[in-house]
């Protein structure tokens, strides 16, 4: 039966799967232009989320644990049955995917460091730093700010949004920007790297006295979160490149805490857990906007009927191996073999299996799919 436009567009707004979507689009000209609109695409946006093709993780720690070799980034798909992890190989990047070190994602894209180039968060030169789409194949450095000089210590870079296009895409390799937390004689500079027009300044005076002392934690739901003295937390927008702060409570002492990390909840919001003296804090954030102990859980006990277990793996401190969605491994570290996961909702252990990074590196679809291509 025939529809109108209008009501076309309606029915396939509710194709709940961007491969199906894409799918619809092969079945004749009219859907796909109908599903090539701009106006559908960013409709289409709002209704539904990006689809994660899989995660990347670096296997530094397990290089520094168990002698593995580093060949660069490992891309896991979240459904290997309809993601081929060979379309998300990295072996393109200059002198081969082994030279570099991934700390941020957002959307397709990844934000890659030199190894040994101020990769780690607190080196003082300016690392060798580009972004890159790996289904493309395409990348781009991204140089240093006009006014990084000797006297600066390079704190870390950021991947941010651009401008949102026709199609409500925010970010890909012709728009995004980079933000860049960088120190000098004490105080913390803002830099946005934009395509097109360089580096630019960025005013955080708001902000700039809580910037002492950053202890970078985490990011989750988008956010970035930086911990600074005072139970300072501020956060950086992964969308604008906004700050914002807020203060932690202070039944914790946070400024002698070096064992505070950032992951999400099974939801994806953010929450922080603390380690310390075999015990885990989870903090979540109230709709007041105020963070408030949520659960807390002996570590020593919650283990205690695992395979394996032993009183003496709990004498000392616990490592944190892998931060994910929902979930945080950990180690005893008198046996980094032994490793476990703790549910972040229901504070569970069970063993886990030590074959991920630290950190966990969430890669979306690109979307708007490209489908411009005999439309009439």
């Known amino acids: 039966m025939d529809v109108s436009d209008d009501v076309l567009g309606i029915v396939l707004e509710r194709v709940d799967s961007h491969v199906s979507l894409i799918r619809a689009a092969a079945v004749c000209k009219r859907w796909r232009r109908a599903i090539a609109d701009a106006s559908f695409l960013r409709r289409y946006r709002s209704l539904h989320a990006s689809t994660v093709a899989g995660h990347y993780h670096n296997l530094l720690f397990q290089l520094v644990l168990f002698g593995?070799?580093?060949?660069?980034?490992?891309?896991?798909p979240s459904s290997p049955s309809m993601v081929d992890a060979r379309h998300f190989s990295l072996d393109f990047l200059p002198d081969g995917a082994g030279s570099w070190i991934l700390r941020n994602s957002r959307g397709s894209l990844l934000l890659m460091f030199r190894e040994g180039t101020g990769g780690s968060e607190f080196d003082t030169c300016f690392p060798n730093t580009l972004v890159c789409n790996p289904l493309t194949q395409s990348y781009m450095m991204v140089p240093p700010p006009a006014d990084f000089d000797s006297s600066c210590d390079f704190l870390g870079n950021f991947l941010i949004?651009?401008?949102?296009?026709?199609?409500?895409?925010?970010?890909?390799?012709?728009?995004?920007?980079?933000?860049?937390?960088?120190?000098?004689?004490?105080?913390?500079?803002?830099?946005?790297?934009?395509?097109?027009?360089?580096?630019?300044?960025?005013?955080i005076d708001h902000i700039?006295?809580?910037?002492?002392?950053?202890?970078?934690?985490?990011?989750?739901?988008?956010?970035?979160?930086?911990?600074?003295?005072g139970n300072i937390l501020i956060k950086l927008d992964g969308s604008t490149g906004d700050f914002t702060s807020s203060m932690l409570p202070a039944i914790e002492d946070w400024d002698q805490r070096y064992d505070?990390?950032?992951?999400?909840?099974?939801?994806?919001?953010?929450?922080?857990?603390?380690?310390?003296?075999?015990?885990?804090?989870?903090?979540?954030?109230?709709?007041?906007?105020?963070?408030?102990?949520?659960?807390?859980?002996?570590?020593?006990?919650?283990?205690?009927?695992?395979?394996?277990?032993?009183?003496?793996?709990?004498?000392?401190?616990?490592?944190?191996?892998?931060?994910?969605?929902?979930?945080?491994t950990l180690y005893p570290e008198v046996e980094v073999n032994w490793q476990y996961s703790i549910n972040l909702q229901t504070m569970e252990a069970e063993l886990a299996e030590g074959d991920k990074g630290r950190k966990l590196y969430r890669c979306e679809l690109p979307w708007p799919p490209a489908l411009h291509a005999c439309l009439d």
């Open 68 to 76: 593995v070799p580093y060949d660069g980034p490992v891309f896991v």
């Open 161 to 203: 949004d651009g401008e949102t296009d026709r199609a409500g895409g925010c970010i890909g390799m012709s728009n995004f920007r980079v933000l860049c937390m960088f120190d000098r004689n004490g105080v913390t500079h803002v830099a946005m790297f934009t395509l097109g027009s360089s580096w630019s300044e960025k005013n």
């Open 208 to 229: 700039a006295p809580m910037l002492q002392s950053a202890h970078f934690l985490g990011h989750a739901w988008g956010s970035h979160y930086i911990y600074a003295d």
């Open 260 to 328: 505070r990390f950032v992951a999400e909840d099974r939801d994806g919001k953010p929450c922080i857990f603390t380690v310390f003296d075999s015990t885990m804090k989870v903090f979540a954030r109230l709709d007041s906007g105020e963070w408030a102990l949520e659960k807390s859980v002996l570590l020593s006990e919650a283990t205690s009927a695992l395979p394996g277990y032993q009183p003496s793996f709990f004498h000392g401190d616990q490592g944190i191996l892998i931060r994910g969605s929902g979930f945080v």
